[in-house]
């Protein structure tokens, strides 16, 4: 089969195509999936960097997230046919996280555990379910399991472009909340409005901690006057102690990564004066994920896709990744 290998850590330049890598074969347990898409998130980005204290096995085809059809099954597997349609939950209890400790959706086949198939619904596309699960499946657990967020809620989501931000933007809405989004550009705050958000602030161009005073009022230490109730932060770096600074009293800030960077300066003294809340998500649930695709299934949600390259293009769809160009989700179809 084709597939696309990181041969070694480093830049994008160590992905490399192989028109003849090995097809897989199931074992006991094992399904074969004929790939319809997968999508890629930052963490792919951080699998070819090499992350510290993760070994990963490399050489290694990555992609976490995958959709496509049942082509093959292995000895002891029931409850399946050839041709059903399933999305793929990226954690494998046995073999640890696709495309990182073995090997994920980009390629023209992928062999998946029995206990990693969840059946999609009907009128739910390929590309639409590989959105979900790293992305919008840890972004769902974040903002209602851990998160609590309620109408009234004044919540702001940094980041708010990319796959975790849009679907935080879907949701908070949903759930009646007032939504503020922080984005690099006017062009980007345009499409967040169209999926729901309240308003927006550039903040390459504006302290969005200032913006939000200067909206919501200076929080309050011995009040709940000011600030907003959540802060949606899976950037880090820089943004963390103004996150903090604009929380009001009793205020949540949730996260569920660093893209920009996981040790940042931080300001201990506005977590007790404020009496704040740090709660952080990680992964999700089975019962996440087939709630977002009935999401889908019924209308309620579209996943937004900001492109679908060929597998050949899967070091550019990286690449806009990497330099953040993405609004939505990036999908490689083989």
């Known amino acids: 089969m084709r597939a696309m290998v990181l041969t070694e850590h480093g830049g994008l330049d160590k992905l490399v195509m192989d028109a003849n890598y090995p097809d897989p074969k199931p074992g006991e347990g094992q399904v074969v999936i004929k790939v319809g898409a997968c999508s890629l998130n930052y963490h792919d980005v951080f699998t070819v960097r090499g992350m510290p204290g993760i070994k990963v096995p490399v050489p290694v085809i990555i992609g976490l997230d995958v959709a496509g059809e049942v082509a093959e099954l292995g000895p002891g597997v029931s409850g399946w046919s050839v041709g059903d349609r399933v999305l793929i939950n990226p954690i494998d209890q046995k073999r640890g996280l696709t495309g990182e400790m073995f090997n994920g959706g980009l390629a023209e086949y992928f062999l998946a555990s029995e206990e990693q198939l969840i059946r999609m619904p009907e009128d739910v596309s390929f590309a639409q379910a590989a959105a979900l699960p790293v992305a919008y499946g840890t972004a769902h657990r974040m903002m209602f399991t851990n998160g609590g967020i309620k109408a009234g809620d004044k919540v702001m989501v940094l980041g708010a472009s990319g796959g975790v931000g849009t679907c935080c933007v879907i949701l908070a809405k949903m759930a ?17 409005k169209e999926l729901g958000a309240d308003w927006g602030i550039n903040y390459i161009e504006k302290a969005f901690e200032k913006e939000l005073f200067a909206k919501y009022g200076k929080p309050h230490r011995r009040s709940f006057d000011g600030g907003v109730d959540v802060m949606v932060n899976f950037t880090g770096g820089d943004t963390w102690v103004p996150s903090l600074k604009a929380l009001k009293r009793g205020g949540k800030l949730l996260t569920c990564g660093a893209t920009a960077g996981y040790d940042p300066k931080t300001d201990i003294r506005y977590i007790w004066t404020f009496e704040l809340k740090l709660l952080g998500s990680n992964s999700w649930t089975v019962e996440d994920l087939e709630s977002l695709m009935a999401m889908i299934q019924d209308g309620r949600m579209d996943p937004p896709i900001d492109r679908i390259y060929s597998l050949d293009e899967s070091g550019e769809a990286l690449r806009v990744i990497e330099d953040r160009e993405v609004f939505g989700k990036v999908i490689v179809a083989p």
Do not use: D, N, Y
């Open 176 to 192: 009646g909340c007032e939504v503020i989004v922080g984005a690099s550009s006017e062009e980007k705050i345009g499409r967040l």
